[in-house]
């Protein structure tokens, strides 16, 4: 009996080490996790959101356009415009709203795509006295993102007439305004030439 006593004792008597070196075995651990929380979780963030307003502030706050102290939209957001006095942008599967940007995710044999580009189609028709042979497609189509802020120089041409009526404008007048507002492409090989619609409706605003 003394012996098998003896035997369990040492057993026994090493269980409170054990537990110390978990925990001691969990401090290293935490300690770590707690540095890359802090560090790559808050630092590194703060750090990339200061660098980058200093050295690109037009960008890092978002490609807002300002007018007389008051930001009428991102460069870079399309928004829509009702009145017959603006250029119309492309439509948007999110109804321009940034947070549920997306495209329509339809495909091009889906009936119900079909059905919304001939709606979309006859739309743009009676708004600029068009025929729908003129309409271009990017104004019954939806972009990847819906927010797409740009138009094709086809696109806006399309608007001049209407525009300039409504402002009470020679054509000619907006059609260089157009003209003005149209951007090569990138590098002049990437893209195609476009359009930003923010931009040429605010200036055809300072223009009045």
Known sequence: MNTAAASIRPT???CPNR?????TTLRPGLAFAAVI???FGFLYSLA????GRVLFPYQATGSLVVVDGTPRG???VAQPFTDARYFQPRPSA??????????????????DLRA??????????????????EVPAELVTMSGSGMDPHLSPAGARVQIARVAK?????EADVAALVAEHTEPATFGALGEPRVNVLELNLALDAKR
């Open 12 to 14: 026994t008597s090493t």
């Open 19 to 23: 537990v110390l070196d978990d925990r």
């Open 37 to 39: 929380l802090l560090g």
């Open 48 to 51: 990339g959101t200061g660098i």
């Open 74 to 76: 991102s460069a870079l």
């Open 94 to 111: 999110g109804n321009y709203d940034p947070m549920a940007a997306a495209g329509s995710n339809l495909a091009r044999s889906n009936p």
């Open 116 to 133: 919304r580009m001939a709606a979309l189609r006859q739309q743009v028709v009676q708004r600029d006295g068009i025929s729908p042979d």
């Open 166 to 170: 409504a402002r009470g404008l020679n």
